[in-house]
Structure formats: C-alpha cells, structure tokens
C-alpha cells in the first residue's frame, strides 16, 4: 500500500479533546502534495497520529456553512 503524506498548512481551530488528550481540529491539510481542503480529525499532541476524518473542498464548506446557518437561525426546528 502506498504511503499517505499530509501536510497542516493552517491550523483553523481545535474543537474538543478528548480524555487521551487526543484534539479534534479544524484545519487546512494538504494530502499527497495536492492543494489543501478543510479537515475534521482527531489529532494527537504533536500531529503524528491521526483518527479518520472528513476532508472538504472550499465549495464543500460553503454548503456545511450554509446547512449550518440553517439549522443555528431555526434551532428550534431542527434541535428538537
């Protein structure tokens, strides 16, 4: 299997941490060299290990954002 390069080329923001003390992040992360999309992970302390996670385009973020505007304007609809 071929070996998986990544690259933390913006380190956005942590979200939790969990009791390992293991964070989930949003950042910018550039996979095998290619241009860089957002990425939701759990990270340990110095960035050698990683969960799975999700990987977005920038459009792909924009919708997150939009669907998330949604639901934070109508949190009584969609919370419940």
């Known amino acids: ?4 390069t990544f690259e933390i080329t913006k380190e956005l923001g942590v979200i939790s941490e969990n009791a390992k003390g293991w964070t989930r992040e949003l950042n910018l992360v550039s996979w095998n060299e ?4 957002y990425d ?3 990270w340990n302390a110095d960035h050698t290990r990683m969960s799975k996670g999700i990987s977005m385009t920038e459009e792909e973020m924009q919708i997150c954002r ?3 505007d ?3 304007n109508n949190a009584d609809k ?3």
Request: hydrophobic residues 40%; contains cysteine.
């Open 70 to 72: 949604k639901i934070c």
């Open 40 to 42: 939701i992970r759990d």
């Open 66 to 68: 939009e669907i998330f």
């Open 78 to 80: 969609y919370l419940k």
């Open 34 to 37: 290619r241009e860089p999309k």
């Open 1 to 4: 299997m071929a070996e998986i």
